[in-house]
């Protein structure tokens, strides 16, 4: 019998007979790679079902409705990612660069959820006396929590079935391999079957299992896109290496909302729970300084401020040159030309670099009258008072649009101390601002700039 080779794309996880450019399915370009898939026997029985026996089909109706089961994994900024808790059952991917602090967390919870389950902590990257000492570093020491260095899938499922734990960690995919398949662990397939055994697991027995996976050098996820889509959560930790702080993100949950935002610090002893996420991005914040305003956006349900900072100089370039950290370059470009044309500064002869301090990504429209502020505090050289804060999206023609949740986002403005903050005329009426907040209303770009500088 000769092996069969198949190509996949790594992007939808599509089979080809033979290498495209470009995948058929998805129109991905160079995701197409050449897996040589096990010889089959004629006649070998296919595949059982995933669940086992023979299912019917039932009416919606007649399936039971029982309500979600979760239990607390004794990290508050972890249960708020997830949705209030871990979900009983669920199968958490949880991504990340070398470093970040991925096994670090996933060790640290299971000082607390031993306390009335038991923990299976899989690692195919370190051995048990690695383990034992990274416990100890961290505090972690439970008779619950049992550890196992394995890479073999199945003897893997087999201890599992012995222990019979309620939350199993496996650290990583990556480094699993199924016996019954000829390619590499890491590879293509040897991360989808593993993939597909752990939910077999967890959708039968009701263990909950927590994944961690490694990243490329594209910042996704390694292996198949199918992956992210086979588990129920996808979880990725943010943050530069050469800071403390970390950011945990929702890419995808079934359970819970993806806009959460969980905050952490990197200490001796492990993660440290940043429970105001507003104080540590404001620290060290320069006071009368032209070129920085602060922006309040929503992560969630928690509403977050950010310093945005500016730089306008005179360009030595034909071209000049616009750069941005923690703020989209096409949202940024935008902005410039509506600042050039409707608020009367010449940027066009002037390079602009525009970064939001503490790692933080601007997403949401909010940010926009934040950004422009700095951008024109920087190019007058005339600062924002400290006191003050901006929320409000530009629009094309200079005007300033409503933003939603804005009565929470002005109660997090003042709780900070702030006393002004720079909000849209349009539907900010109805607003009760928290004592000591002066409202600035504006209706254009124009206005806000003259209240503001």
């Known amino acids: 019998m000769k092996s069969k080779t198949?190509?996949?794309?790594?992007?939808?996880?599509?089979?080809?007979?033979?290498?495209?450019?470009?995948?058929?399915?998805?129109?991905?370009?160079?995701?197409?790679?050449?897996?040589?898939?096990?010889?089959?026997?004629?006649?070998?029985?296919r595949a059982a079902s995933p669940v086992g026996g023979s299912r019917r089909p039932k009416r919606l109706r007649e399936v039971e409705g029982t309500d979600e089961l979760r239990f607390s994994t004794g990290s508050g900024e972890l249960d708020r990612v997830l949705g209030g808790g871990a979900v009983q059952g669920s199968l958490v991917l949880v991504g990340g660069a070398p470093g970040i602090g991925k096994s670090t967390l996933l060790l640290q919870i299971c000082n607390f959820v031993c306390r009335e389950r038991t923990v299976l902590y899989v690692s195919g990257e370190e051995s048990e006396r690695q383990l034992k000492l990274r416990a100890q570093r961290l505090q972690v020491e439970s008779e619950q929590l049992l550890v196992l260095a394995e890479t073999n899938m199945g003897e893997l499922l087999r201890?599992?079935?012995?222990?019979?734990?309620?939350?199993?960690?496996?650290?990583?995919?990556?480094?699993?391999?199924?016996?019954?398949?000829?390619?590499?662990?890491?590879?293509?397939?040897?991360?989808?079957?593993?993939?597909?055994?752990?939910?077999?697991?967890?959708?039968?027995?009701?263990?909950?299992?927590?994944?961690?996976?490694?990243?490329?050098?594209?910042?996704?996820?390694?292996?198949?896109?199918?992956?992210?889509?086979?588990?129920?959560?996808?979880?990725?930790?943010?943050?530069?290496?050469?800071?403390?702080?970390?950011?945990?993100?929702?890419?995808?949950?079934?359970?819970?909302?993806?806009?959460?935002?969980?905050?952490?610090?990197?200490?001796?002893?492990?993660?440290?729970?940043?429970?105001?996420?507003?104080e540590m991005l404001l620290a060290g914040r320069p006071l009368k300084t032209p070129g920085t305003c602060v922006a309040c956006v929503v992560e969630g349900t928690r509403p977050v401020?950010?310093?945005?900072?500016?730089?306008?100089?005179?360009?030595?370039?034909?071209?000049?040159?616009?750069?941005t950290d923690g703020f989209d370059f096409n949202r940024a470009a935008l902005l410039l030309a509506v600042l050039?044309?409707?608020?009367?500064?010449?940027?066009?002869?002037?390079?602009?670099?525009?970064?939001?301090?503490?790692?933080?990504?601007?997403?949401?429209?909010?940010?926009?009258?934040?950004?422009?502020?700095?951008?024109?505090?920087?190019?007058?050289?005339?600062?924002?008072?400290?006191?003050?804060?901006?929320?409000?999206?530009?629009?094309?023609?200079?005007?300033?649009?409503?933003?939603?949740?804005?009565?929470?986002?002005?109660?997090?403005?003042?709780?900070?101390g702030f006393t002004q903050c720079i909000v849209p005329r349009q539907g900010s009426d109805q607003l009760r601002p928290p004592a000591g907040l002066e409202l600035l209303r504006v209706r254009n770009l124009r206005e806000a700039i003259a209240v503001a500088l």
């Open 305 to 323: 401020l950010a310093e945005v900072q500016a730089l306008v100089t005179h360009t030595t370039f034909n071209v000049p040159r616009r750069t």
């Open 340 to 416: 050039e044309k409707r608020g009367g500064m010449s940027l066009s002869t002037c390079d602009a670099y525009i970064n939001v301090i503490g790692g933080l990504r601007l997403d949401e429209p909010a940010a926009d009258l934040p950004v422009v502020l700095a951008v024109a505090s920087s190019f007058r050289d005339s600062p924002v008072a400290d006191t003050l804060a901006a929320v409000g999206e530009v629009g094309l023609t200079g005007e300033i649009r409503a933003v939603s949740q804005l009565e929470q986002r002005l109660h997090e403005i003042g709780r900070m």
């Open 6 to 45: 198949i190509y996949y794309c790594t992007s939808c996880g599509a089979e080809t007979m033979k290498w495209q450019g470009r995948c058929p399915a998805c129109g991905a370009w160079n995701t197409v790679v050449e897996h040589t898939a096990a010889p089959t026997a004629p006649g070998a029985p």
């Open 159 to 278: 201890q599992v079935e012995t222990a019979a734990p309620d939350l199993l960690i496996v650290d990583s995919i990556q480094t699993l391999y199924d016996p019954e398949s000829d390619s590499a662990p890491g590879s293509i397939s040897q991360v989808k079957n593993c993939t597909m055994a752990l939910m077999r697991l967890c959708k039968t027995t009701g263990v909950t299992v927590f994944v961690v996976g490694h990243v490329n050098k594209e910042g996704a996820i390694a292996g198949p896109k199918v992956l992210e889509h086979m588990v129920d959560c996808v979880l990725y930790f943010e943050g530069d290496r050469s800071t403390s702080y970390r950011l945990l993100r929702a890419e995808k949950n079934r359970f819970g909302s993806t806009n959460e935002l969980g905050v952490f610090e990197m200490a001796d002893t492990g993660l440290r729970e940043v429970p105001n996420p507003s």
